[in-house]
């Protein structure tokens, strides 16, 4: 975006819009640090383009970021906002490449990320931070919640921003199952006697849900919490492939093959080939709904031993061009009105990370009764079957011994 008005006429503009009133000069952007005021941060980022990595699988969430927020940043800051794809793996070796030739700018001012991809550029140093204390509506998230301040139990410590907090959920065609399992022996007592009816796909989406039934094997809620230990990762992990082959010659295809990706596992459960599909985002139900993804009947629950919750987040590359943009787009994303509009299911259904007891009391009234949320209980009493993400390797170990396990032993 070509800047039209010159540095002193931007920051006169900017002093007017936003009723600056002090004598101090805002630092350049190069000198952004500890000591620049909030003020100072947005004056810095008008005029500005802030690029965002981010995944952009989902057109809702593309319409979300593209008609709601990149408008309302403009309007409201006067900052350009770009998109770009890119996650996960992708993402950090972009950032590795960088800091392996010394390229000081990048081309990326945010980045969505969480878990592995978090821990990857920790270790790389490849994170601006610790930023979060820096933006004003972080008042509004209870940084004691354990599902907020550490991710993938990694204590996020200002080096990313929560941004989504969601909940795996079971999905269920209410008109075929008027009692859906609860945990792990209804579950293979139902399959048993529901021949081709049940199965979960080979990705993120099916891991966790393995990753849940892993919890219990292991011991149950808090057994898995903390450093990765390779005893009860073992033993567990044996108990739960144990089951799956118990279960294997009655789950969709006789188990011998596996939806490759929830869109798929989604498209088996509208066709009614199966009767359940599954999310990582429990609002996801209403939200597909909706679109017409899924049938009317679906209606999602978490088992009673409970199903992992995360938060998602937002980083900022330590050789971001534009950290003033960054840090005003975060905030903004994290702001109520942001909050709000991302969690009603017409919109996109992400579970908000601001903590409602926090909030203004008109904000309170208006999360409480998010428009739309019909299909699954409120976000508190899932909570009360919340379990953490369990340290990174557990994830990379589940997939590949999944796929040696149990696919390879079956063909």
Known sequence: MSISLTRRSAIVLAAATLGYSGCRK??????????????????????????????????????????????????????????????????????????????????MDVIWINGATFYQLRQLKALYGPFTDRLPNQRWIDWTNRFVAIDFQQPVEGYECPWGNVQLALIYRSDNVTDPPRTKETIAAWVQSHPGRFTWDVEFTGMTFLKSLLYDFAGGQDSLNGTFDEQVYVSSSQRLWKWIREIQPDLWRKGETFPQGVAQLHQLF??????????????????????????ETAKA?????????????????????????????????????????????????????LSVSLLPVEWKTRFSQIPGRVRVATRDELERSALMEPAPEIMVRLIKDFRREIIEHAS
């Open 270 to 295: 509208s066709n009614g080939e199966i009767d359940f599909t599954m999310s990582n985002n429990d609002g996801e139900v209403d939200n597909k709904v909706l679109q017409g993804v899924l049938p």
């Open 301 to 353: 629950y978490v088992l009673d031993t409970g199903t992992i919750r995360n938060s998602h987040y937002l980083g900022i590359p330590v050789n971001a061009p534009h950290k003033a943009a960054a840090l005003t787009l975060i905030n903004f994303l994290i702001s109520p009105e942001a909050q709000l509009r991302k969690a009603s299911p017409g919109v996109w259904g992400d579970g908000s990370v």
């Open 26 to 107: 805002p630092p350049a952007a190069a000198e952004l640090n500890s000591e620049t005021t909030w003020d100072e941060v947005l004056q810095l980022a008008r005029g500005q383009t802030v690029r965002m990595a981010m995944w952009d699988g989902d057109p809702l969430i593309n319409a979300y970021m593209r008609e709601y927020v990149a408008v309302e940043l403009q309007k409201s800051f006067g900052v350009q906002l770009e998109l770009t794809g890119g996650m996960g793996n992708e993402l950090a070796s972009r950032l590795a490449v960088d800091l392996e030739t010394g390229r000081s700018t990048g081309d």
